[in-house]
Structures are given as C-alpha cells and as structure tokens.
C-alpha cells in the first residue's frame, strides 16, 4: 500500500497549480497591453476628450541576395477581423477583470497608479463593451505602402485613453498583413514565369505549398500566417490555417492537400528496400497524386535508377496526369538540386517542348522543392529554370517557416500613431517629425483612403477627405463587430492584376531574360 507521504504527493500533483489557473483564466484585456500604457491616462493634457490614432504600412524590403533586395510597394490588408472578433467584440470588462487587473498591476508598479476609474466607467456605463470606433480598408484589398490602413478613435470623452491602451493588441496585424504581403510577391513571381514558360497560368494557386506549422512560435502563429498565405494560394499542410479561415472569415475549406511521404515512411524500410517503399507508397494511393521524398540517402541514384530504372516502367503505366508522381529532393542547394533533378527525370522519361518552346516532363511525374524555399531562393529557381528552359508548369514548391516565421514588423515598417486629438474641445493635429529620422515623420489630422484616377490609392490628411468617396469602413462600434468578411472574397481583392504583372515582367525581361538570351546566362 502506498504510504501517507506518497499519497500527500500524488495530492499536490493534482492540485491545479497557479499556471494551469491562470492558464484557464478566460482573455482579460486590462492586462493586454504594454506595461507603460497602463501609465498614460495620467500623461494626456488635461481635459483630453478625444485621441484618433491610425496604423499604415511605411514601406519595406526583404534583404538578401536577388538583386540585392525584395521591395514591397503594396501591401495586402488581412487579420484585423480576427482580432477584433477574438478579442474587442461583446463584453470583455468585467469587475473581475478589473479587480484582477488591480492587484496584478500594483504588483508590477509596486504603487497603485492602475486606471480603475477608468475601466469600471466602462462596465457600469457601457456593460463592458469597448466605447471605440475602428474603421478599415476592407479585408484583402491591395494598397500601396504610406497609406492608413485603418484609424481608431474612443466614443466616449472620458475614455480618451482607450485609443492608446488597444494599440498592443492592433499592431499585431503587421504579422497576417506581412505573410500575406510577402507570399502575394512570391505569387507575383510564379505567376510571371509560369506565363512566360507555359503561356498560361494554370495550377498558379498550388505553387507555392504551405509546410510552416511546425517551423512558427505556436499553434495560433499557424493559424494566423498560414491563413495569411492562403489568399494567394490554395495549397497547405498548416491545418491551423484551414481551422483559423474557418472560425474567423467563413470558409468551408480554404487549403488542400495531398498524400505525402515524410523521412521516417522510407527509411523505415531500410536502405536496401528503398525502391520497395517507393513502390509500396504510390499502390497504396493509386488515383491520387503522391509526393515521395527521394533523398534519404541519395538524390542522384534514386532518380537515375530507382525511380528512371528501376521503377521506370511502373510509374509509366500506373500514374496519370490526374494522379501523377511528384517527386520531392529535400536536401543541398535548392537551385542546383531542382535543376538535376529535371535534368535526371528527363533524361530516364523523356521530355517534350510546350508552345513557348520549353521542355515539360510527361504529364504523369513532376518535382516540388521544399526545402530551403524563401522569396529570395525561389526567384533564383524561377530564373535557372528559365535560363535553362525548363517550364515552370514541371514544378510546385513549398515554404516552411521562411513564409510563416521569417518575417518581422520591420520588413514593412508597420506603425500606429496618434493623428489627432480633441483638447479642451478643439480639435487638434497630432504628429511627429524627428529631425534624427524623417523616414518616421507620421501624418496629421483625420485621416481618409481615396481612390486615383488608375485605382491607386492615397491618403487625405487633416480632415480634407470626401467621406462619401472614403475607403476605409466602420469594422468596430462600441463593442459590435460591423464587418464579417468572408474568405473567398478577401481572396478576390488579393488577386493579381494584369498590371502588377505586366510591369513585373518587364522588369524580369530588362534585368534577365534579355541577358539570358544574349549571353546564354542570367545577371
């Protein structure tokens, strides 16, 4: 029998602890904020009535070693919705809250400076909903950096604070935006060579597979920036992202898949019966098509002979186009390797030249590169694959935490600042211009998102818009969600236009193609 110490242990093991409880504790936001905010409501001047931020996107570059840089000239608007219905909607300020709040900040500050006036004004005059007006560009839409993407501003005179407090949580939207963003310009770019090399587009939305789950900080990071990546494309093993797309924008089914081979599948066979787990694994899935990693020992053999000797003949008769074998190297540099490998596969299956006058490999077998793939790695496959004029059509590629986790709140400078203020009842414009750094000097005065003449966009400053010809919507009133946008069309306003990709291509034609046909080889 267990002695009495045992049984007092297995009871303290039992026993929730202070994280499992504060794990459980349902979302409070009078403590999602930074620490200094909590101080603010004492540094406004007084007789504050009025503070109306807004946040933009001041323009960004991936560095690295295309050409030197990726530059961003727009930027796709996403995952304000999600924050909004997570976190601001319905009542979320509760005397518990409050009180929670209350002792955890007089830990933290060690005095009693938390804002309890404040809050409790909001749960007993507005039941705990958020006295805020938030209005945005609609989800999805594409605008040029430097321009508001959307403004907050308090409803309530006594809680001009407000608008400071919630900048935490809002800011967040620089990682859904940035995913978003940057999976579009690599879209932009397979978009480009799959015309050029396969005078078509077909098959662009599973081009670029999303395999990140794994690769970002947490499950809610999968979500976010996996859905992120599925308004441009269609293709993803982030299941987080199916989930997320689901409970916050509507949609049935956002990502799909397919059946794939990992590491461990072939290499549980062994070594010497690597060509049986090949075969075993495309009978299994006969009418599907199958992705196989092929270097779990050698790349270069199990293309030569396994796949091009070996199994020649099976994958031959038994794949189709509608269930082809997809071959995945895994391994080494990523243009060097997606290159021999073609070269290999059509050598062994044989090859034919589309109308644009580049090779294809039979409709039955293709290649995805997985590994190593970023915005950079992936326009140096695109341009070895045109210099060597192989068509794009031949292969798809996926990204794991380079689209997802690679990305930070600088790559497009993402800011919100307060614009205007109401003081002693004028009106006032707010700005800062530091002479140390002028990229930083932040708008002034109400602000509107107008359409130019050719569908552009810009920004009105100081209260001058026309609010009947104002992109930006009321998304969040005083507690209510005013917006529910729906996934397919956040994707229709993301789509490419024939624009973006014709100045693309020109660009690509001046700086590569042209070299390329001159020379023989690209810049």
């Known amino acids: 029998m267990p002695s009495r110490g045992s049984r007092k242990s297995r009871r303290r093991r039992l026993a929730p602890s202070a994280r499992d409880m504060a794990a459980a504790a349902p979302f409070n936001i009078v403590l999602a904020t930074d620490s200094y905010k909590v101080t603010h409501y004492k540094q406004y001047p007084p007789n504050t009535t009025t503070v109306y931020s807004y946040f933009e996107c001041r323009g960004g570059k991936l560095n690295g070693a295309v050409d030197g840089e990726v530059k961003f000239g727009e930027v796709v608007v996403f995952g304000l919705q999600y924050t909004l219905r997570k976190y601001f909607a319905g009542h979320v300020v509760s005397r518990k809250k409050i009180e929670d709040a209350k002792e ?166 062994g070594k010497e019966k690597e060509s049986d787990a090949f075969r075993y694994i495309l009978e299994e899935f006969p009418e599907l098509p199958v992705s196989i990693v092929s270097d779990s020992y050698d790349i270069i053999n199990a293309c030569e002979h396994i796949w091009g000797e070996e199994l020649h003949d099976f994958v031959k008769s038994t794949r189709t186009a509608a269930a082809p074998l997809i071959i995945r190297p895994d391994s080494g540099d990523p243009v060097v390797m997606v290159l021999k490998v073609l070269n290999i596969l059509g050598e062994k299956f044989g090859t034919t030249t589309n109308e644009r006058g580049f090779k294809v490999l039979p409709p039955y077998l293709r290649v995805i590169q997985g590994d190593g793939i970023g915005t950079h790695t992936l326009v140096k496959v695109l341009r070895a694959l045109h210099r060597e004029r192989w068509s794009v059509e031949n292969v798809a590629f996926g990204a794991g935490g380079a689209i997802l986790q690679r990305v930070n709140r600088d790559i497009l400078n993402c800011s919100f600042k307060c614009s205007y203020a109401e003081i002693a009842g004028q009106g006032i414009n707010v700005y800062k211009n530091p002479v140390t750094d002028p990229g930083k000097a932040s708008k002034r005065g109400r602000l509107s998102l107008h359409r130019t003449p050719d569908g552009s966009f810009h920004t009105v400053q100081e209260g001058r818009g026309d609010p009947n010809t104002d992109v930006l919507v009321t998304v969040f009133e005083n507690g209510v969600l005013m917006s ?3 996934f397919e069309d956040v994707r229709q306003r993301a789509a490419l236009s024939d624009t973006e990709m014709e100045r693309l291509r020109e660009s690509e034609r001046q700086r590569v193609w042209e070299v390329q046909d001159g020379e023989g080889n690209a810049a």
């Open 104 to 269: 955890f900040y007089l830990k933290h500050f060690g005095q009693p400076i938390f804002n309890e006036a404040g809050w409790m004004h909001i749960l007993e005059k507005h039941d705990g909903k958020l006295p805020l007006r938030i209005k945005a560009v609609p989800e999805g839409t594409v605008v040029p950096v430097g321009n508001v993407l959307f403004t907050v501003e308090n409803t309530d005179p006594a809680c001009f604070w407000l608008t400071s407090w919630v900048e935490t949580l809002l800011v967040q939207a620089w990682y859904p935006i940035t995913v978003a963003t940057n999976s579009r310009k690599q879209k932009e770019y397979l978009a480009v060579y799959l015309q050029e090399t396969a005078g078509s587009l077909k098959g662009l939305e599973f081009k670029l597979h999303d395999f990140g789950y794994r690769g970002v900080s947490s499950h809610e990071s999968a979500g976010i920036g996996g859905a992120a990546h599925l308004i441009n494309f269609c293709g993803t093993d982030t299941m987080a992202a199916n989930l997320f797309a689901n409970e916050y924008y509507g949609s049935p089914m956002a990502g799909f898949s397919i059946p794939a081979s990992e590491h461990s599948n072939i290499t549980a066979w």
């Open 484 to 486: 529910d946008y729906q």
